[in-house]
């Protein structure tokens, strides 16, 4: 089977469209759609659907993609270990939330650093994300916000349970988890609230999806990391919703209780966003695929 033409298959996998395929290669695109269709009748079988927007990989596309993406990034590393290092880019650059970045995808990137990856890191909210991701100075951005348009494309990376704690003694005061959901949100009015930002956008969430309401107290304490909310949680500063992958420790070691068992948690989706047609480059393509691969276990 012809190298070339595996390579222009992978390059419009990853892009998700002929044309950015075609801009990528540095071929027109008659001729991406010509080398695909002579693909496809090799495997005698089509790899892509096309969609308003661009094209979507078959199940037989999916597999060929997970079977030579990562041998052709293999050999294309091995045509690149003669040229200068100045014009070879290896170092990602990963923004995303603090605690997500130290708690998942930083742990989940470490193995590729023996493969010869540099990763540089930038944290802020997901709007500024998205911004500086458009403007070049990202490759990889960990989102909980799904961009529009075009010029970002998102995978939903994976879902995190949303947990309202407070230290053991707010529990006591409150009369324990039992029975708290019936009593309404106003039980909590007296507890303060732990938050990232004056919005509470967590706080708010949480009240809308479990008790249709809005909460009423304004924040006694404001940390823009959540292992730092966590933290004063712990120390009895009021309670705070937190994701709970970071609060399980602390759960299990009685730093703090859950105040609420709802019968559906809330969730919150994380995105992993890459410009468009950027997936062609092996270093962003190989760390994309690992995130996703990781986030199986989360």
């Known amino acids: 089977m012809d190298l070339a033409l595996l390579r222009t298959f992978v390059t419009v996998h990853r892009a998700g469209s002929f044309t950015r395929a075609a801009a990528l290669l540095g071929l027109s695109q008659p001729a991406v759609t010509s080398q695909i269709r002579s693909l496809e009748r090799q495997l005698g079988r089509p790899l892509f659907l096309r969609r308003p927007r661009g094209v979507i990989a078959t199940t037989v596309g999916e597999e060929l993609a997970h079977k030579v993406a990562p041998h052709l990034d293999a050999l294309t590393e091995i045509t690149e270990a003669g040229l200068d290092e100045e ?143 966590l933290a004063c949680t712990a120390a009895g500063a009021g309670l705070a919703v937190v994701p709970r992958y970071l609060a399980a420790p602390a759960l299990d070691r009685g730093e703090v209780v859950s105040l609420l068992d709802p019968p559906v948690p809330p969730l919150r989706t994380y995105f992993l966003v890459v410009r468009t047609g950027t997936l062609a480059l092996p270093h962003i393509a190989r760390a994309h695929e690992w995130l996703l691969r990781a986030a199986a276990a989360w």
Do not use: K
Not at 92 to 109: I, Q, T, W, Y
Not at 156 to 167: G, N, Q
Not at 208 to 225: C, L, N
């Open 87 to 229: 014009s070879v880019t290896r170092t990602l650059h990963l923004a995303g939330p603090p605690e997500f970045a130290a708690e998942r995808a930083l742990p989940a990137l470490a193995p590729l650093i023996d493969r010869g990856l540099a990763v540089r890191t930038s944290f802020g909210s997901a709007e500024e994300l998205l911004n500086g991701l458009a403007a070049g100075h990202h490759d990889l951005a960990v989102t909980t916000v799904r961009p529009r348009g075009g010029l970002l494309t998102a995978t939903p990376l994976c879902d995190e349970e949303h947990v309202l704690v407070a230290a053991p003694r707010w529990a006591a005061r409150l009369g324990g988890p039992a029975g708290l959901l019936d009593r309404g949100p106003q039980v909590l009015d007296p507890v303060p609230v732990v938050e990232v930002h004056e919005s509470l956008p967590l706080v708010t969430r949480y009240w809308s999806a479990v008790f249709d309401a809005r909460p009423t107290a304004p924040a006694a304490v404001i940390a823009a990391d959540l292992r730092a909310v």
